[in-house]
Nanobody, 119 residues
């Protein structure tokens, strides 16, 4: 499974961005697509995950009500609204065979995309 993320950039406080993660390869190798982020000096954090089979979603408390994960065929999106400077990080998409596992139980990772929120 190969993952390619896109959509990062620089945005002002309160602005929005939409990240995309497109998966290619054998779809039976994963049941979950998740978004993680890692800020300098901090641990990697799972932001959200989506179960492909049942459509269940999970969000970190820090992004609930602001971020929305969704999918369309082989692409998973992360709509990020009301962005704050503390959302600044490199964002990664990842795929796992297990349903929404915790880090680091993801078999496949895409390259990161930088999100920077200015205050």
């Amino acid at each position: 499974v190969q993952l390619q993320a896109s959509g990062g950039g620089l945005v002002d406080f309160g602005g929005s961005l939409r990240l995309s993660c497109t998966a290619s390869g054998r779809s039976s190798d994963y049941t979950t697509i998740a978004w993680f982020r890692q800020a300098p000096g901090k641990e990697r954090e799972r932001v959200s995950c989506l179960g492909r089979g049942n459509g269940d979603t999970h969000y970190a408390d820090s992004v609930k009500g602001r971020f929305t994960i969704s999918s369309d065929k082989n692409t998973v999106y992360l709509q990020m609204n009301s962005l704050k400077p503390e959302d600044t990080a490199v964002y990664y998409c990842a795929a796992a065979l297990e349903y929404c596992p915790a880090y680091p139980t993801y078999e496949y990772w895409g390259p990161g995309t930088q999100v920077t929120v200015s205050s």
